[in-house]
C-alpha cells in the first residue's frame, strides 16, 4: 500500500500564493506519475495539473501561466506552486499518485487540503 498526504492548504487573499506538498510513502513502490485534482463545491473533481515521472508536465486550462507543479523523486513528493489565486480555485485539493507495485500500477489519493481565497 501507499499513502499519500497533502499539506499547505489554508486561506489566502485574492492575488496570493500558496504551495501544496504531497508525499507518498510506503515500501516495495515506485512514483509513476503525481498530480493535484481539485473539487469545489457542487462541481465534479478536475485535473490542476500532473507531472510524469521524466518531468513531463500537463495543466489545466485555468491553472496555465499561475500554477506550477514539480517532484522530487528522490522524496516522493510533488508539489504545487500556486500565484495570483482567485476565488474560483476554492477547492479541496486532492494529491493522486500513481505507483508501481510488483510490475502493476495503482492509483493512490490523499484526504485532500482545503484551499480558500477570500477576502
Known amino acids: 500500500q501507499v499513502q499519500v498526504l497533502e499539506s499547505g492548504g489554508g486561506l489566502v487573499q485574492p492575488g496570493g500564493a500558496l504551495r501544496l506538498s504531497c508525499v507518498a510513502s510506503?515500501?516495495?513502490?515506485?512514483?509513476?506519475?503525481m498530480g493535484w485534482y481539485r473539487q469545489a463545491s457542487d462541481y465534479q473533481r478536475e485535473l490542476v495539473a500532473s507531472?510524469?515521472?521524466?518531468?513531463?508536465?500537463n495543466y489545466a486550462d485555468s491553472a496555465k501561466g499561475r500554477f506550477t507543479i514539480s517532484r522530487d523523486n528522490a522524496k516522493n513528493t510533488a508539489y504545487q506552486q500556486m500565484n495570483s489565486l482567485k476565488p474560483e480555485d476554492t477547492a479541496v485539493y486532492y494529491c493522486?499518485?500513481?505507483?508501481?507495485?510488483?510490475?502493476?500500477?495503482?492509483?493512490?489519493w490523499g484526504q485532500g487540503s482545503q484551499v480558500t481565497v477570500s477576502s
Open positions: 493522486k499518485v500513481i505507483a508501481t507495485i510488483r510490475t502493476r500500477s495503482y492509483q493512490f
Open positions: 510506503g515500501s516495495s513502490f515506485s512514483v509513476v506519475d
Open positions: 507531472i510524469a515521472e521524466g518531468g513531463g508536465t
